[in-house]
């Protein structure tokens, strides 16, 4: 039997014993028929999403952008051959394989059997790179599925997988990977990534802002076409601030150091990723106005040999994700030196997204300050599904540089530890940023 047949045999078995395990496990229904139980992702997500989603990740131009991404591919070829002791003999599984590529990483690091788990037609793809690549191929099972109601024959010993989207949690898919560690993994097995961070800062950027309010202009027209379009104006005014904006920003535009929220995945809870609240506590380094809260992110491998991290940090080389700002329609004003209080609040929802709630407060100063203790706050609700890709006018920033290099002394990149350590990275590169942008 070759290897394709073997998957096929494989497949069709996995499937009959799902059905049955599905009609054992059925609830009772009072007129004593008995329905067979969603899986954990159906009864999450809304179908009409995940055929999109899978129809999406089906296509290869769509994997092609991902493994374009060098910084990205690049961090987890990486991650798997400086920790070949963690491979070197290990039952695998790869968690949403796509393309395939991560098994073969794991086979290239001598990997005894790898397990690629994936639920769109890229399965099939994926089976014909893995086939055509015999000496690892053989030592690679694909399993076409969903994580969530696929059997595996055996237990593993590491799961390597790419489930972050962005400001990591988009797509829902760090649900499907905590689902595969409680199925898949064995006591005290590895996990790659092993933990992810949001990283958070407020930011200042004039330019953004004016942008984002000039949009809803048109619609302050008085007479289009004899009609007025003003009663209108209220709503797409906050229609184009309620998209967060996705694009490559220079780290300068943060007035503070910023601050994160960490995902053991090792640990954590499926149920902990439904709903993510994030205090907010930050001190301003300049007198300026506050337009919203930046947000990116990073993973851990935490290899046997070697910590790895991958950084979508500012300053960063960019990466397909980029980074994410959400901008507040009533900008804050802050002295230097004062504190910025406040609230992200993400909220998972059956379209395999967040609705992000966000709130920024600051003690008022100038007229009201005397009176002492009273705040300023700005909140805005934004949705994660729906982001504002602004990645075609990378020359803004350079005039924005300038100007705010003088102004912020503690905020340049010094290739720091501490930098570092609060996840942003030394130096400064402003990447093309003409990629094509894809959902992870
Ligand atoms: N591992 C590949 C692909 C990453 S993109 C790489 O690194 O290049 C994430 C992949 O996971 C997509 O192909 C998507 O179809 C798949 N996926 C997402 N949720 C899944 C689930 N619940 N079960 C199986 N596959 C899933």
Same mark, same amino acid.
């Given at each position: 039997?070759?290897?394709?047949?073997?998957?096929?045999?494989?497949?069709?078995?996995?499937?009959?014993?799902?059905?049955?395990?599905? @009609?054992?496990?059925?609830? /009772?229904?009072?007129?004593? +028929?008995?329905?067979?139980?969603?899986? *954990?992702?159906?009864?999450?997500?809304?179908? +009409?999403? =995940?055929?999109?989603?899978? #129809?999406?990740?089906?296509?290869?131009?769509?994997?092609?952008?991902?493994?374009?991404?060098?910084?990205?591919?690049?961090?987890?070829?990486?991650?798997?051959?400086?920790?070949?002791?963690?491979?070197?003999?290990?039952?695998?599984?790869?968690?949403?394989?796509?393309?395939?590529?991560?098994?073969?990483?794991?086979?290239?690091?001598?990997?005894?059997?790898?397990?690629?788990?994936?639920?769109?037609?890229?399965?099939? #793809?994926?089976?014909?790179?893995?086939?055509?690549?015999?000496?690892?191929?053989?030592?690679?099972?694909?399993?076409?599925?969903?994580?969530?109601?696929?059997?595996?024959?055996?237990?593993?010993?590491?799961?390597?997988? &790419?489930?972050?989207?962005?400001?990591?949690?988009?797509?829902?898919?760090?649900?499907?990977?905590?689902?595969?560690?409680?199925?898949?993994?064995?006591?005290? %097995?590895?996990?790659?990534?092993?933990?992810?961070?949001?990283?958070? =800062?407020?930011?200042?950027?004039? @330019?953004?802002?004016?942008?984002?309010?000039? *949009?809803?202009?048109?619609?302050?027209?008085?007479?289009?076409?004899?009609?007025?379009?003003?009663?209108?104006?209220?709503?797409?005014?906050?229609?184009?601030?309620?998209? /967060?904006?996705? !694009?490559?920003?220079?780290?300068?535009?943060?007035? +503070? $150091? $910023?601050?994160?929220?960490?995902?053991?995945?090792?640990?954590?809870?499926?149920?902990?990723?439904?709903?993510?609240?994030?205090?907010?506590?930050?001190?301003?380094?300049?007198?300026?106005?506050?337009?919203?809260? =930046?947000?990116?992110?990073?993973?851990?491998?935490?290899?046997?040999?070697?910590?790895?991290?991958?950084?979508? =940090?500012?300053?960063? $080389?960019?990466?397909?994700?980029?980074?994410?700002?959400?901008?507040?329609?009533?900008?804050?004003?802050?002295?230097? %030196?004062?504190?910025?209080?406040?609230?992200?609040?993400?909220?998972? #929802?059956?379209?395999?997204?967040?609705?992000?709630?966000?709130?920024?407060?600051?003690?008022?100063?100038?007229?009201?300050?005397?009176?002492?203790?009273?705040?300023?706050?700005?909140?805005?609700?934004? &949705?994660?599904?729906?982001?504002?890709?602004?990645?075609?006018?990378?020359? +803004?920033?350079?005039?924005?540089? !300038?100007?705010?290099?003088?102004?912020? /002394?503690?905020?340049? /990149?010094?290739?720091?530890?501490?930098?570092?350590?609060?996840?942003?990275?030394?130096?400064?590169?402003? !990447?093309?940023? !003409?990629?094509?942008?894809?959902? #992870?």
């Amino acid at each position: 039997m070759n290897a394709t047949n073997l998957t096929v045999f494989i497949f069709f078995f996995m499937r009959k014993k799902m059905l049955i395990s599905a @009609y054992l496990t059925g609830e /009772p229904l009072e007129n004593g +028929s008995i329905i067979a139980s969603k899986s *954990k992702f159906d009864t999450k997500i809304e179908a +009409s999403s =995940a055929k999109m989603y899978f #129809h999406y990740y089906g296509q290869l131009l769509h994997q092609q952008n991902m493994l374009q991404d060098f910084v990205r591919t690049g961090t987890y070829y990486a991650a798997v051959m400086e920790n070949r002791s963690d491979f070197e003999g290990r039952v695998v599984v790869d968690v949403g394989a796509g393309s395939g590529i991560l098994s073969l990483f794991a086979a290239q690091a001598g990997a005894r059997h790898v397990y690629a788990v994936e639920a769109s037609e890229m399965a099939e #793809h994926a089976q014909r790179l893995i086939s055509g690549n015999p000496s690892l191929g053989q030592r690679i099972t694909v399993i076409k599925g969903k994580v969530e109601e696929v059997e595996l024959p055996e237990k593993a010993d590491i799961l390597i997988s &790419e489930p972050m989207g962005t400001l990591l949690v988009n797509e829902r898919m760090l649900e499907s990977y905590v689902i595969a560690r409680d199925r898949f993994l064995a006591p005290d %097995g590895k996990m790659f990534p092993t933990t992810g961070r949001i990283h958070m =800062a407020p930011f200042s950027d004039e @330019y953004l802002y004016v942008e984002m309010a000039n *949009k809803a202009l048109f619609w302050q027209q008085h007479n289009f076409f004899g009609v007025d379009l003003t009663p209108l104006h209220g709503s797409a005014f906050q229609g184009y601030f309620s998209q /967060p904006v996705v !694009d490559a920003f220079d780290p300068r535009l943060l007035i +503070s $150091p $910023p601050t994160y929220h960490t995902l053991d995945f090792t640990s954590m809870k499926e149920e902990e990723l439904y709903k993510i609240d994030i205090p907010l506590n930050f001190v301003a380094s300049v007198g300026t106005r506050v337009h919203g809260l =930046a947000c990116w992110f990073d993973v851990l491998f935490n290899g046997s040999t070697v910590q790895r991290w991958l950084t979508t =940090a500012p300053g960063s $080389p960019t990466t397909h994700w980029y980074q994410l700002r959400c901008v507040l329609s009533q900008p804050l004003y802050v002295m230097a %030196g004062q504190e910025i209080t406040g609230r992200l609040h993400l909220v998972a #929802h059956s379209s395999q997204s967040y609705t992000i709630y966000l709130t920024m407060s600051a003690k008022m100063w100038g007229v009201g300050a005397e009176q002492g203790g009273i705040l300023q706050t700005s909140t805005g609700k934004l &949705e994660l599904k729906e982001p504002y890709y602004r990645l075609s006018q990378p020359q +803004s920033y350079m005039l924005q540089q !300038d100007q705010q290099q003088q102004q912020l /002394p503690s905020l340049q /990149p010094q290739g720091s530890e501490q930098q570092m350590q609060e996840g942003l990275s030394p130096g400064i590169t402003i !990447d093309q940023v !003409d990629q094509e942008c894809g959902l #992870h």
